[in-house]
């Protein structure tokens, strides 16, 4: 469906806003992730800058994998 999605949105010219509570699929399907902490922004960046020192403080674990 994800692959579906963002194929249209591509070829309709549209924006996609979606919340999804995947990372894996948010890096790979979405060109930015806005991340919420706490009700605010806590980052806001193309997925392909997205790094897994930004989810371990988000997430505030010792280490992301």
Do not use: C, M, P
């Not at 591509?10 to 930015?32: G, P």
Request: without cysteine; negative net charge; proline residues 0%.
């Amino acid at each position: 469906v994800l692959t579906f999605l963002t194929e249209l949105v591509v070829e309709e010219n549209q924006t996609l806003i979606t919340s999804i509570h995947s990372v894996a699929y948010a890096r790979k399907y979405f060109t930015r992730v806005i991340a919420l902490k706490e009700g605010k922004i806590y980052f806001d960046k193309a997925a392909s800058d997205v790094t897994d020192e930004d989810l371990q403080e988000l997430y505030q674990l010792e280490q992301w994998s």
